[in-house]
């Protein structure tokens, strides 16, 4: 049984970080190609970063490109998302999703990710 535990969210003030943790478990980690989303209110759900050891990919969305950063720890199963100078834009519920059977070209799309975590809040305000 798969299952993605997001954790990490928080309120912060613009300009400052949050530090995102994926603990993924029933997956190998080296097999699966794990992504973030986020998604605003009243918006559709977002690309934000993905990571894939398989591929060797490893890039953010343009949108946060220079203040997000996505890695991987493959012993301890966790995949991280690090974000720098957090803007009031950055506002959003953010979502940890794994598949095994990702299309390289289609890494941004959310329809290409069976499985998906419950969700951290991020909050950025002053």
């Known amino acids: 049984q798969v299952q993605l535990v997001e954790s990490g969210g928080g309120l912060v003030q613009p300009g400052g970080s949050l530090r995102l943790s994926c603990a993924a478990s029933g997956i190998n980690l080296r097999r699966y190609t794990m992504a973030w989303f986020r998604q605003a209110p009243g918006k559709e759900r977002e690309f934000v970063a993905v990571?894939?050891?398989?591929?060797?990919?490893?890039f953010v969305a343009d949108s946060v490109k220079g203040r997000f950063t996505v890695s991987r720890d493959n012993a301890k199963s966790t995949v991280t998302l690090q974000m720098d100078n957090l803007q009031v834009e950055d506002t959003a519920i953010y979502y940890c999703?794994?598949?095994?059977?990702?299309?390289?070209?289609?890494?941004?799309?959310?329809?290409?990710?069976?499985?998906w975590g419950q969700g951290t809040q991020v909050t950025v305000s002053s």
């Open positions: 990571t894939s050891q398989r591929t060797g990919s490893n």
């Open positions: 999703a794994a598949d095994e059977r990702v299309i390289v070209s289609q890494m941004r799309s959310r329809s290409q990710y069976d499985y």
